[in-house]
């Protein structure tokens, strides 16, 4: 990692994983070691405000210029197990506190904690089990750490590789056992259960509430249960906003079969209560045969642009008419998410600190989808919810919603260059990062 490009960036903190092998301590238990060697898996938090930046008050990575960058290290989801009953439980405590104390001597700021609702909310609606995170907190604050946060509503076991993984909790897996239309589903009429879609943001159909109505009695549960943490052990509150906790489409299903890079993708909208959504919106454009379905020639999961007429520049291409109603209002659709989520999270906190003197910052992320960048249609993007072309910001939007609920942004890929990208795929994460 080079001091010199760290001095450029308005760094709020900077995350690790501690599966990468750096300069932090970790036992052999958690497939950790000491080697300093550069970590290929640098994420950012770019801040919407100035005044989020101003109140990083952490020292942890000293650059040539004597900036001061927190260090954050993410825990391991493998790190806790399911018992016999299906009840979370850490590994191995006395190694794990061994090794937050060997963390915090080498100059480590905090842990990254991803907070599961398949873990907290696993058997029944309103049963809310905290005892993992209430045990491991206490071990990270007892350590003299502080933590950052990610309250999460997706599920990993399809990238997990079968260790550690977490799925949604069991009562929305039998839910959608009967009605797979809670998930998002592609062209085909594939569907995974790792989030479920947006489109039951405002149905009632999980146990009688919205999926909007889970994710807020959640983050109360939440905030509630850790009240005395918030702002003083807990500095940052991430949430989940989709896939892997980022706000986008599972466009790009990674661990399933159906997609590998640099695919483009394909428009997860096909779930029925998306399809009636875009009816709506089709017939209040004057226009009720766009909402039959999505663009039909817009290729498949592993497609390139090229050949790819909706990508491509055409009477029938992402220009149209068509093209441009529909992914406004594929794209609106995403923003409207984030909005509803992120609005209900900041009156949550706001109300929580009412009366303290300290603060927490609260994040959201965004997927990083660098390939095919360069070309005037961005597919990638498009399928992942993003209406971010050579001709139109996509990133602009997300971002007003972001810095109107104070939310700071997450970007992951910050340590790719584009000189260490295949040309042939016409990929650009370092212009990503600078347009977002």
């Not at 909402?291 to 790819?308: E, F, M, T």
Request: glycine share 8%; hydrophobic share 40%.
């Amino acid at each position: 990692m080079k001091t010199d490009f760290l001095d450029s960036l308005p760094v709020v903190s900077i995350m690790f994983s501690l599966k990468t092998k750096l300069m932090f301590l970790f036992v052999t238990e958690l497939e950790l070691s000491l080697i300093c060697i550069p970590c290929p898996d640098v994420e950012v938090l770019i801040s919407c405000s100035m005044d989020a930046r101003e109140k990083s008050r952490s020292m942890i990575l000293e650059s040539s210029k004597d900036k001061r960058v927190p260090i954050f290290v993410m825990m391991p989801v493998d790190a806790f197990t399911l018992d016999a009953s299906g009840s979370p439980r850490i590994r191995k405590v006395k190694a794990l506190t061994v090794s937050l104390k060997a963390l915090k001597l080498a100059g480590v700021h905090g842990i990254g904690v991803e907070v599961w609702w398949g873990i907290v909310e696993r058997f029944s609606p309103f049963d809310y089990n905290w005892s993992l995170y209430e045990e491991l907190f206490k071990l990270i604050s007892d350590s003299g750490l502080k933590l950052h946060v990610a309250l999460s509503f997706h599920s990993n076991i399809h990238s997990s590789n079968g260790k550690g993984g977490v799925s949604l909790p069991l009562w929305i897996l039998e839910i959608g056992d009967v009605n797979k239309d809670i998930y998002y589903r592609d062209q085909h009429g594939f569907s995974n259960n790792d989030y479920l879609t947006l489109g039951v943001d405002q149905v009632p159909l999980l146990s009688g509430r919205t999926a909007l109505q889970c994710y807020e009695d959640f983050m109360l549960s939440f905030v509630n249960k850790f009240e005395s943490f918030v702002g003083s052990v807990i500095e940052e509150i991430s949430i989940g906003l989709g896939p892997s906790g980022e706000l986008r489409y599972p466009a790009h299903p990674f661990g399933d079969g159906r997609w590998k890079f640099p695919g483009i993708g394909e428009f997860q909208c096909y779930d029925k209560y998306m399809m009636e959504d875009l009816k709506m919106a089709a017939c209040r454009e004057g226009k009720p045969q766009w909402g039959d379905r999505g663009p039909q020639n817009a290729g498949c999961y592993n497609s390139l642009p090229s050949g790819v007429p909706f990508f491509e520049e055409g009477q029938e291409s992402f220009l149209s008419d068509y093209g441009c109603f529909f992914l406004e209002w594929y794209s609106g659709r995403l923003i409207c998410h984030a909005d509803a989520i992120l609005a209900k999270a900041a009156k949550i906190l706001k109300k929580c600190q009412e009366n303290e003197q300290t603060s927490v910052m609260l994040v959201a992320k965004i997927g990083g989808i660098y390939w095919w960048y360069q070309t005037l249609s961005h597919p990638a993007e498009l399928t992942a919810g993003y209406y971010n072309t050579a001709l139109r910001d996509g990133y602009e939007p997300v971002v007003s919603v972001l810095s109107r609920h104070g939310a700071a942004l997450h970007i992951p890929c910050l340590e790719m260059m584009d000189s260490e990208t295949p040309p042939t795929y016409l990929c650009s994460p370092e212009g990503l990062l600078k347009q977002a």
